[in-house]
């Protein structure tokens, strides 16, 4: 069965970056790889970035285009990479695999999931 595990959460400050890795173990990367991330005190997830695994198109939260890069590895991962922090974006993100086929890249379906990392941005 495959395993999602992510990794490089932390505490930054305002302005600043991170990079967040998952990586698929018992299998490879699902046909759409994402992130998402649900903010505290908040009990949906919302899409931050999903990427075609082979194909490598990519698909952004129109609010964060320009900030967050989604990108992955030959293998078995995924990253992402976040600039110019803001309190806003603190929360627990998730790394997600999708295998349903579609045309299209959309936050919905995906049907594998991490345990998530905590992102905290503050002073």
């Known amino acids: 069965q495959v395993q999602l595990t992510e990794s490089g959460g932390g505490s930054v400050q305002p302005g600043g970056s991170l990079t967040l890795s998952c990586v698929t173990s018992?299998?490879?990367?699902?046909?759409?790889m994402g992130w998402f991330r649900r903010a505290p005190g908040r009990s949906e997830r919302e899409g931050v970035a999903?990427?075609?695994?082979?194909?490598?198109?990519t698909e952004y939260n129109p609010s964060l285009k320009g900030r967050f890069a989604i990108s992955r590895d030959s293998a078995n991962t995924v990253y992402l990479h976040m600039h110019r922090l803001q309190p806003e974006d603190s929360g627990i993100y998730y790394c997600?695999?999708?295998?349903?086929?579609?045309?299209?890249?959309?936050?919905?379906?995906?049907?594998?999931w991490g345990r998530g990392t905590q992102v905290t941005v503050g002073p």
């Open positions: 997600a695999g999708k295998t349903r086929y579609s045309p299209y890249l959309t936050f919905d379906g995906f049907d594998s």
């Open positions: 018992g299998g490879t990367l699902s046909r759409f």
């Open positions: 999903m990427i075609h695994a082979v194909g490598g198109g």
